[in-house]
């Protein structure tokens, strides 16, 4: 009051009227106002958030790098000049109408709600950085408990900035809006089904960022690489991008590598045909050249002893038989892939280790390899898994055998020669 006084007398000693000095004493002080408002702010961004850098940056802390993070800081100064506004302004308009001053006032007080939820989303922003790169966190969906919380802010926030510019209270807008709940939760259907999902999936710990999913109903076959309140995304393996709803996640199947990624080894189940009329049994000069392959000389020798006290005990003269039962050369070649799958450093002897023989079919006998390879990235996997089976291709013929493949055209070339 004094102010204006002293600027009222100022402007009719020189000369300006008493009527017209009265409205200009109000907007010289609001003037004034201003320049202290803004004034402040430049002083806030200029020294003060420089000073916290400086000091910060000397910390080992980390809850101050996130409550003192440049951005969080810039969106709190700009609560400065709005804030000395609205408590000084009355000051220049005291003695005017309310009209002009509840406007100005309402003006900074929507300004002032704005500023104060852009503080508080940067916040959480600069909160889930921070936290989104500890080790023990990145299979929460922080992201997700993010995008829910600035949903539930800045709904509450428009709610109240409705409020002041109607002149009522945010609770009774709040309370009206109890009728049309069904319309929200319409509206926000999808966020709030998010959240649950990302709830349900975080809670059980069925999906995090980096594992490897397969969802074929949805054309996805890659890694998660964020899960968000609306949407997962996985980059497949040819770099394009699936985005599916995290409620699919929970409603239907899909498949989850990370057990096979943690465990010890990933799976190598695969089979070859052998045509059956390539097995026959041994003879002994079939025994003795597998007796020099360096991986059966053991199985050979062994067969040998047991051939011996076998046909002791039973009084026969017949040095392949074995156990009442003559060998072939398809047992030999099982004997000599286990004993080549157990000598291969790349393959887990910790976990299941083995080589069968499945039902016949019209297309020969399938010998199957099964086994599991320690190392699990894909593209060395699938050379493991190459090797070993060029490795079986290639020493298919020195027991005699043959990989039974459709005719031809070679074939039927080689029967018109004949």
């Given at each position: 009051?004094?102010?204006?006084?002293?600027?009222?007398?100022?402007?009719?000693?020189?000369?300006?009227?008493?009527?017209?000095?009265?409205?200009?004493?109000?907007?010289?002080?609001?003037?004034?106002?201003?320049?202290?408002?803004?004034?402040?702010?430049?002083?806030?961004?200029?020294?003060?958030?420089?000073?916290?850098?400086?000091?910060?940056?000397?910390?080992?802390?980390?809850?101050?790098?996130?409550?003192?993070?440049?951005?969080?800081?810039?969106?709190?100064?700009?609560?400065?000049?709005?804030?000395?506004?609205?408590?000084?302004?009355?000051?220049?308009?005291?003695?005017?109408?309310?009209?002009?001053?509840?406007?100005?006032?309402?003006?900074?007080?929507?300004?002032?709600?704005?500023?104060?939820?852009?503080?508080?989303?940067?916040?959480?922003?600069?909160?889930?950085?921070?936290?989104?790169?500890?080790?023990?966190?990145?299979?929460?969906?922080?992201?997700?408990?993010?995008?829910?919380?600035?949903?539930?802010?800045?709904?509450?926030?428009?709610?109240?900035?409705?409020?002041?510019?109607?002149?009522?209270?945010?609770?009774?807008?709040?309370?009206?809006?109890?009728?049309?709940?069904?319309?929200?939760?319409?509206?926000?259907?999808?966020?709030?089904?998010?959240?649950?999902?990302?709830?349900?999936?975080?809670?059980?710990?069925?999906?995090?960022?980096?594992?490897?999913?397969?969802?074929?109903?949805?054309?996805?076959?890659?890694?998660?690489?964020?899960?968000?309140?609306?949407?997962?995304?996985?980059?497949?393996?040819?770099?394009?991008?699936?985005?599916?709803?995290?409620?699919?996640?929970?409603?239907?199947?899909?498949?989850?590598?990370?057990?096979?990624?943690?465990?010890?080894?990933?799976?190598?189940?695969?089979?070859?045909?052998?045509?059956?009329?390539?097995?026959?049994?041994?003879?002994?000069?079939?025994?003795?050249?597998?007796?020099?392959?360096?991986?059966?000389?053991?199985?050979?020798?062994?067969?040998?002893?047991?051939?011996?006290?076998?046909?002791?005990?039973?009084?026969?003269?017949?040095?392949?038989?074995?156990?009442?039962?003559?060998?072939?050369?398809?047992?030999?070649?099982?004997?000599?892939?286990?004993?080549?799958?157990?000598?291969?450093?790349?393959i887990n002897q910790n976990l299941t280790c083995m080589v069968r023989q499945l039902q016949p079919t019209d297309h020969g006998i399938p010998i199957e390899l099964y086994f599991f390879c320690a190392i699990k990235?894909?593209?060395?996997?699938?050379?493991?898994?190459?090797?070993?089976?060029?490795?079986?291709?290639?020493?298919?013929?020195?027991?005699?055998?043959?990989?039974?493949?459709?005719?031809?055209?070679?074939?039927?070339?080689?029967?018109?020669?004949?």
């Amino acid at each position: 009051m004094d102010i204006l006084k002293n600027i009222d007398e100022l402007l009719i000693s020189w000369g300006v009227t008493p009527s017209r000095a009265d409205v200009l004493d109000q907007f010289i002080a609001f003037a004034l106002v201003l320049v202290m408002a803004f004034a402040a702010d430049a002083i806030c961004r200029n020294i003060l958030l420089r000073a916290v850098a400086h000091l910060v940056k000397k910390t080992k802390a980390t809850w101050d790098d996130i409550l003192f993070d440049h951005k969080v800081m810039v969106h709190l100064s700009r609560l400065v000049a709005p804030v000395i506004i609205y408590i000084f302004v009355p000051v220049a308009f005291a003695e005017t109408n309310s009209s002009t001053l509840g406007f100005i006032q309402r003006v900074c007080l929507i300004y002032i709600i704005v500023a104060f939820l852009s503080f508080v989303n940067s916040f959480l922003k600069a909160v889930y950085v921070v936290y989104s790169e500890k080790e023990h966190l990145r299979d929460r969906p922080l992201k997700g408990m993010l995008q829910t919380v600035q949903v539930i802010l800045w709904f509450v926030g428009a709610i109240v900035v409705v409020g002041i510019l109607i002149d009522k209270s945010p609770l009774s807008l709040l309370a009206g809006l109890g009728a049309s709940a069904a319309i929200l939760m319409l509206v926000f259907k999808d966020s709030i089904m998010g959240f649950v999902s990302g709830v349900q999936l975080s809670a059980n710990d069925m999906l995090k960022v980096g594992d490897w999913i397969a969802m074929p109903k949805y054309g996805a076959d890659g890694t998660v690489i964020e899960v968000t309140l609306n949407t997962v995304k996985v980059r497949n393996w040819d770099n394009t991008i699936t985005t599916i709803p995290p409620y699919l996640l929970v409603s239907d199947s899909f498949q989850n590598w990370r057990g096979m990624q943690e465990s010890g080894g990933r799976r190598v189940k695969r089979s070859i045909n052998i045509d059956m009329s390539s097995v026959k049994f041994c003879t002994p000069q079939m025994l003795e050249k597998y007796r020099k392959i360096r991986l059966l000389k053991d199985y050979v020798e062994q067969t040998e002893r047991v051939v011996r006290a076998y046909n002791e005990e039973h009084d026969i003269d017949n040095s392949i038989l074995v156990n009442g039962r003559r060998q072939t050369n398809l047992g030999v070649f099982r004997a000599y892939l286990t004993a080549y799958l157990k000598s291969l450093p790349a393959i887990n002897q910790n976990l299941t280790c083995m080589v069968r023989q499945l039902q016949p079919t019209d297309h020969g006998i399938p010998i199957e390899l099964y086994f599991f390879c320690a190392i699990k990235e894909w593209v060395p996997y699938e050379g493991v898994q190459a090797d070993v089976f060029d490795h079986v291709l290639a020493i298919i013929p020195e027991f005699d055998l043959q990989v039974f493949q459709s005719p031809s055209g070679r074939d039927f070339r080689r029967v018109l020669a004949d």
